[in-house]
């Protein structure tokens, strides 16, 4: 769990717990091994050119590396990837849809994951499939974010 940027105060801690939930939830064999990082959109720039050809920041990338079906010792973790998240561009993003930008680093988390474990949404039928487990993962996973100054405590 590495943080590599500056512009938004992240807690690893609960978005590296998130991910473990959700690994467990989509059942991935254990050992296995997950990434989670978050960048600047300098370098989430960068990542996404190098990886998807596109020369501009994006809010999370998902960078695999074991489907599961290397050969590997019982003892071996699966290497499953990397999820790669740019907390300014979720910020702005959040803020566009009216959104707590603790609520979309958790919605990144989740999609990033699932990209790993081999959800997409390259058309509707598969997006709609990836859409329903991520709001199914985040309503049985998720810890809500502490109440901002803009919401009132129940």
Request: charged residues 25%.
């Amino acid at each position: 769990m590495t943080d590599h940027q500056q512009e938004l105060r992240v807690d690893k801690n609960r978005w590296a717990g998130l991910l473990r939930r959700v690994m467990v939830e989509e059942q991935i064999s254990i050992p296995w091994e997950v990434g989670l990082s978050f960048v600047s959109a300098g370098e989430m720039a960068a990542l996404n050119a190098a990886h998807r050809g596109m020369d501009r920041p994006t809010d999370v990338l998902a960078l695999g590396t074991d489907d599961g079906r290397a050969p590997r010792a019982d003892d071996e973790p699966r290497l499953v990837g990397d999820v790669v998240i740019c907390p300014s561009v979720a910020a702005a993003n959040a803020s566009d849809r009216n959104k707590a930008v603790e609520d979309e680093l958790a919605l990144l988390v989740v999609h990033g994951a699932l990209h790993l474990v081999g959800y997409d949404h390259i058309d509707d039928t598969d997006a709609a499939r990836m859409q329903g487990r991520e709001q199914e993962l985040l309503a049985s996973v998720l810890v809500p974010s502490p109440p901002t100054a803009h919401q009132a405590v129940p």
